[in-house]
């Protein structure tokens, strides 16, 4: 039995990333680049919001909202990685200490961004969140 390329694409799961609102020029350019490579895109307006969804449906990417501290996103990842544990997690934030970053590494967040940032440089990221394959 040979297998049509048509085929093989549907019997591919589409990927999901859970976005936790930001507002503005943020929303817009996580969308645009998650869409832009097949990715089906839910957003949710907290962190609260995106740990009980997480909890029942998994997601292979999550971005947290710029509105939280870093050690709000901290307790996020740790909540989210007993049920999630392979889950690419990358925080934005405005608020932060240097030692928000480095717990941060500790939990194996996929990437901290501290604002101002590059719209860029986030794009990449996201890029690159969405383009390694997931452990486990």
């Known amino acids: 039995m040979t297998t049509s390329p048509t085929n093989a694409i549907a019997l591919t799961p589409q990927k999901t990333a859970l976005v936790v609102a930001s507002g503005g020029d943020i929303d817009e350019l996580l969308t645009s680049v998650l869409v832009a490579e097949g990715w089906n ?5 907290d962190n609260q919001d995106a740990l009980s969804l997480a909890r029942t449906k998994p997601f292979d990417l999550i971005i947290t ?3 939280t501290c870093g050690p709000e996103d901290i307790d ?11 889950l690419r997690l990358i925080i934005l ?5 240097p030692g928000d970053i480095i717990e ?3 939990e194996r967040a996929f990437s901290y961004f501290v604002a101002p ?20």
């Open 41 to 45: 895109v839910q957003r949710v307006v």
């Open 65 to 67: 909202g710029r509105k």
């Open 76 to 86: 996020f990842l740790r909540k989210i990685r007993s049920a999630r544990p392979h």
């Open 93 to 97: 934030t405005d608020q932060w200490t």
């Open 104 to 106: 941060a590494m500790r």
């Open 117 to 136: 940032f590059e719209t860029s440089a986030l794009a990449g990221m996201v890029r690159a969140a969405m383009a390694e394959p997931l452990l486990g």
